[in-house]
């Protein structure tokens, strides 16, 4: 038994899971665009609010590198819980290869 193209296509797009993949991708990218947004739109003051929001992104980042990309793991998801709740605004990992960090957005209030 030979399989076609289609069916080829269909099984690699099955077990690589290129759909949450591509939606990783394209969620990612766009998250970008609106971190930038935000910064360029409130430059001249980060205020509290300001911070929280780009957090917000930071976290819907981790969150999507979880469930969509499938490159965290339960050690990493904890560790950038530890740091929102000591604080941070925001965490995710970020890195290549087997050298992951995490990235925690925490400003010091005076």
Not at 18 to 26: G, T
Request: aromatic residues 8%.
């Amino acid at each position: 038994m030979t399989l076609s193209a289609q069916s080829f296509h269909i099984v690699e797009a099955t077990h690589f899971q290129l759909y949450r993949r591509a939606k990783h991708v394209l969620s990612e990218a766009l998250r970008v665009l609106q971190f930038r947004d935000i910064c360029l739109a409130n430059s001249g003051s980060l205020t509290d609010a300001v911070l929280w929001e780009l957090g917000k992104l930071m976290n819907e980042s981790q969150t999507s590198c979880g469930l969509d990309y499938d490159c965290s793991c339960p050690e990493l998801d904890q560790l950038t819980q530890i740091c929102r709740d000591a604080g941070a605004y925001g965490s995710r990992l970020t890195g290549k290869c087997f050298a992951f960090i995490t990235t925690c957005e925490d400003v010091m209030k005076s």
